[in-house]
């Protein structure tokens, strides 16, 4: 036995057997679906079901949300209720004396708001915690909160079956103040009844529908209607709606500054045009899961002089392609797409102010040389702040753009086969600077760890590191004393000999600061990044001393 809340059409369209009836209900277990047919059962009937399906009983088909809850598609022995979506067995036929058209708002509002019993306490009770005694008044006190409806600033009625919003003028009058109101999951199912909300509720500033299967937005809205004057938030995730139910609900949210889109069947579309005027204050916009594969789909949003942040999660986008406008957006999660190539950094350098980035859960992200494309993404997005959820230390920056830039030298050098000493600067930035368009920058930021000579001479031998002894010992801390004895290749880098200290002696690797002490002489500190060992002229048996900042 299951129980099950359908919404209720609007009277104008109120019809026993319609089957293309939007009418959409929800089932207490969790299950939604949309109501396809309202009628007798017309099919065959069997001697085994003879004893539970009365034909004479009124029925509804119903076509699940969910598609592999149905046990057919709309037909059922050789007779067609009504066709499901792509034909998919997502339909189930159901005994309407099992529904309920759900509740109105005022309904759903007493009974989760106001006490309709006297089973609370109503006299104070005394009792002992530990040395104190305390005084227990139930919930009276809450309870007279919330009687004072005209008072109240928050509400959440999500899940209760809501399929009615009042009569014209009774919102205005019970919650004059509300500013923030939750109807998830109800049984709405007329956009003329959120447009009622706007229009009544002035003081909302954020609003929440998500969950409710509305018909959709009409194409003809009088103008002159002023609705949500001050709404700064609208969630309408998971509605099914499409881009035009957006683009025609968007001149009467004015003022919003963050909508949230998910999971809605928005897809890919090249004829996303905002009216004008609209949208001007919008500064987040969330779609999540909404089928999109082409970044080209949201260049309408591109001249919105308000717009910092775009979520696109769990989408089907391998590349950005070539991008104007967005002048402001500073943010943009891209998670879960299927972005496989570095070229998304290159593409990425076209947001003119892009501070903070998500890209976990990407084949380029998840595979091969993590640390690298980290690398590469910090030292080439010169603005970024913030990469996958963690902020970017200056530290963190600096190192890693040292230690890019010697790559990208090391790259050149192997690939063109080209002497360390005698090379062409020209040459260099003709093979490093359409890969890497922020190297010359770098370059002069952090200093050119291979000058050429200006004159040929004895051409250099490129070393391969020798192995040497060091005795190393730690300077601060609670571990201050303890010391280790281990060789290191001479040629390291004191950018990469400092990452290695801090693995062996489990420090932090960015705090951590190298000293070098020979025989009796002072330590002297270790910090151009980007000179080995041999060039300080360590050997074998020196001190390293190391501290953490």
Aim: aromatic share 8%; charged share 25%.
């Amino acid at each position: 036995f299951f129980f099950l809340m359908i919404r209720r059409p609007p009277r104008s369209t109120q019809s026993r057997s319609s089957a293309a009836s939007d009418v959409y209900k929800r089932q207490v277990l969790g299950s939604r679906g949309t109501i396809r047919y309202d009628g007798p059962l017309r099919h065959e009937i069997s001697p085994n079901e003879a004893h539970f399906a009365e034909k004479d009983h009124r029925w509804l088909g119903i076509e699940w949300d969910e598609v592999y809850r149905g046990r057919h598609n709309g037909t059922v022995r050789d007779f067609t209720y009504f066709s499901t979506t792509n034909g998919l067995k997502s339909a189930s036929l159901v005994k309407a004396s099992k529904v309920n058209l759900g509740t109105s708002f005022a309904a759903a509002l007493a009974h989760k708001y106001l006490r309709l019993t006297s089973e609370s306490p109503t006299k104070p009770e005394n009792t002992q915690i530990g040395t104190h005694k305390v005084q227990f008044c139930g919930f009276d006190k809450v309870w007279e909160h919330f009687a004072d409806l005209q008072s109240i600033g928050e509400m959440s009625l999500d899940g209760l079956g809501v399929a009615d919003v009042g009569a014209s003028g009774e919102l205005e009058k019970l919650l004059p103040k509300l500013s923030a109101l939750c109807l998830e999951d109800n049984l709405l199912c007329d956009w003329h009844q959120i447009f009622q909300l706007g229009v009544e509720l002035r003081e909302l500033v954020g609003l929440s529908i998500a969950g409710n299967r509305l018909n959709s937005v009409p194409k003809e809205i009088d103008p002159a209607i002023q609705m949500f004057p001050r709404l700064k938030t609208m969630v309408l995730a998971n509605m099914n709606l499409k881009w035009e139910d957006f683009i025609r609900l968007s001149p009467f949210i004015p003022v919003v500054e963050e909508i949230i889109l998910s999971r809605n069947p928005l897809e890919d579309s090249s004829d996303i045009v905002i009216p004008e005027g609209a949208l001007q204050h919008l500064q987040l916009i969330s779609l999540v899961d909404t089928g999109i594969t082409k970044f080209s789909t949201l260049s309408a949003f591109s001249a919105l002089p308000s717009l910092k942040k775009l979520i696109l999660n769990e989408n089907k986008i391998k590349s950005l392609g070539t991008i104007n406008g967005f002048s402001s957006l500073n943010s943009l999660s891209l998670e879960s797409n299927g972005i496989s190539s570095a070229n998304i950094i290159n593409e990425l350098l076209q947001f003119p102010s892009i501070a903070a980035v998500r890209i976990h859960h990407n084949p380029v992200s998840d595979y091969g040389d993590k640390k690298w494309f980290r690398s590469l993404i910090v030292s080439m997005l010169g603005k970024l702040i913030t990469l996958n959820g963690g902020d970017i230390s200056a530290e963190e920056r600096r190192l890693t753009e040292r230690t890019f830039v010697r790559r990208v030298f090391d790259d050149f050098f192997a690939q063109r086969k080209a002497d360390p000493e005698f090379y062409e600067w020209e040459e260099f930035l003709q093979y490093a600077q359409p890969r890497y368009p922020r190297i010359d920058e770098l370059v002069k930021k952090h200093g050119n760890p291979c000058p050429p000579r200006k004159e040929a001479g004895p051409k250099k031998v490129i070393r391969t590191g020798e192995l040497i002894k060091l005795r190393v010992v730690v300077g601060t801390g609670p571990t201050k004393g303890r010391f280790l004895v281990k060789k290191y290749p001479d040629n390291s880098l004191i950018v990469n000999f400092r990452v290695m200290l801090a693995l062996d002696l489990k420090l932090n690797k960015e705090r951590v600061i190298v000293k070098l002490r020979q025989g009796e002489e002072s330590y002297q500190t270790l910090d151009e990044d980007l000179k080995d060992l041999f060039s300080y002229g360590i050997k074998a048996g020196d001190e390293i001393l190391v501290e953490e900042i």
